[in-house]
């Protein structure tokens, strides 16, 4: 088969099969790397001698880094083209990959973490705008973000499970090294799989430097404090968190003043472009907020041990990834815009359940992860594209990078809501158990209350976001 058949305009996903695996790979990466070294962090910190705060940023480098550029990464590869920015960030990620066999200290490790979450910001935003080129259909275009996102989930749902595995036979490094071949596979499927950019699908206008820096600077500050909350009780994350708002503030004065804005506030009205981000967010907010919950909830509140907690958390595991099946149809019954809002509504109602029922025994916590997983599996698709469907041609993977951003954020902001209010409702040490009548009353009190407050905020942002996608149904 030739290169010009190849990337000839697919008209099934059996035809678009090799670029459909590079996109699935590049996801594949990002969402193992969110999981998959976890479990070898004691393993490592004996190795390297680590202290706390450096085992925190082995892991944190990574999604500061990732969230912090995505939107910088956007801008760039919507004007240099969202092809050759991937195929850069997929070399670095192999590159970096490879240097984890050279690394003997935590700080070495830190940077080639970080160095990934560079890759994994060139290479995730342009996913979905190659993906929604490759096809003319919207339908091919839900069945193909379905599939690369299933791939990417199985990788998220796995990761922890084959990196224990993998522990038992092999040192921590294979961990990392086995992006290698990740990396190579998704290089091979994009580079010969997705033709060219096409120069009248870029945009010409000049980079916003001052923009990129303060965007940039927003997103990891934004990222940094809920950390900061949960792990601090000094003024540093009030700190932060002006820092934060006080950079948003000076984005925001920019955009609107600069002549070739990084991000063109007007786009953020367009009907489908706000609708989306709206739903994306309120699922991020959701999602991080119960994970977190049931996960303490399982293991200090209910006593079971990490591998009874980890099968705790099998519905949505099996939802996440079984759900595939389900969406296309779903998608072609109900439509972008009512599949949208009909999945958002069912992550908060999750999440209602959840808050209200979730003490009451496991059954009402399985409820609450399967409404939840099933909302998120139909949002995950529909919503990103739906950002994309509702920008400019020249503008789709800044739209996605801000559609990642928005989910990579507002994750933070629910872990540092639940965090926050657990901290100021508890009293004593969370982890120490057993914990007194008075105590275990404090943290039902406390998971009431984040889970309630995140639900009002999420239902807030899912209303918003069918306010302003309904004149387009």
């Given amino acids: 088969m030739s290169f010009n058949q190849i990337v000839a305009q697919p008209r099934s996903l059996r035809e678009a099969w090799v670029a459909l695996a590079g996109l699935s790979a590049v996801f594949l990466f990002e969402m193992l790397n969110t999981s998959i070294l976890n479990i070898a962090l004691p393993v490592i910190g004996r190795e390297l001698h680590a202290s706390t705060t450096a085992l925190q940023w082995v892991t944190g480098a990574y999604s500061v880094v ?44 830190i940077a080639v973490r970080a160095a990934m979450g560079v890759a994994a910001a060139m290479t995730t935003p342009g996913s979905m705008a190659l993906a929604f080129r490759l096809f003319d259909e919207d339908a091919l275009r839900v069945r193909a973000l379905t599939l690369i996102s299933t791939v990417g989930l199985a990788g998220l749902a796995i990761g922890p499970t084959a990196g224990g595995l993998v522990l038992a036979i092999a040192p921590w490094q294979v961990l990392l090294l086995a992006n290698a071949p990740i990396a190579v596979l998704a290089l091979i499927g994009v580079r010969y799989g997705i033709a060219a950019d096409d120069p009248d699908g870029l945009h010409r206008d000049p980079l916003d430097l001052p923009g990129m820096l303060l965007g940039t600077a927003t997103v990891v500050l934004a990222l940094l404090a809920p950390t900061l909350f949960v792990d601090q009780g000094s003024w540093i994350p009030w700190a932060v968190t ?41 699922t991020g907010l959701a999602t991080a907020g119960l994970t977190y919950l049931v996960t303490l909830q399982l293991q200090l509140d209910w006593g079971w041990p990490p591998a009874l907690a980890a099968l705790g958390m099998l519905p949505q595991v099996v939802v996440l990834i079984a759900g ?49 997983a099933a909302g998120m599996r139909v949002v995950g698709v529909v919503a990103g594209l739906n950002v994309v469907r509702g920008l400019p041609r020249d503008r789709t993977t800044i739209g996605t990078a801000l559609a990642d ?67 387009t149904a």
């Fill in 66 to 109: 990732f969230g912090g550029l995505m939107l910088a990464f956007g801008a760039v590869a919507d004007r240099f083209g969202r092809r050759r920015i991937m195929l850069a960030g997929l070399a670095l990620l192999g590159v970096a990959s490879l240097a984890t066999a050279l690394v003997t200290t935590a700080e070495q490790l």
């Fill in 242 to 282: 002006a820092a934060a708002a006080a950079t948003a503030a000076g984005f925001v004065l920019r955009e609107r003043l600069a002549v070739h804005p990084l991000l063109d506030l007007k786009l953020l009205a367009l009907p489908l472009v706000s609708g989306g981000l709206a739903y994306k967010a309120a």
């Fill in 324 to 372: 595939s099946a389900f969406v296309n149809p779903f998608v072609q019954k109900a439509g972008l815009d009512r599949a949208a809002w009909i999945s958002s509504v069912a992550v908060v109602s999750g999440l209602a359940v959840y808050g209200l029922l979730g003490r009451f025994g496991y059954l009402w916590v399985a409820i609450a992860l399967v409404l939840v």
């Fill in 405 to 471: 951003t928005a989910s990579e954020v507002t994750s933070g902001i629910g872990i540092a809501i639940t965090g926050t209010v657990l901290a100021v409702v508890f009293t004593g040490d969370l982890a120490t158990s057993p914990w007194s009548p008075r105590q275990t009353g404090e943290f039902h009190g406390a998971v009431t209350l984040a889970s309630l407050t995140l639900t009002v905020v999420a239902a807030a942002l899912v209303a918003w976001g069918i306010a302003r996608t309904r004149p």
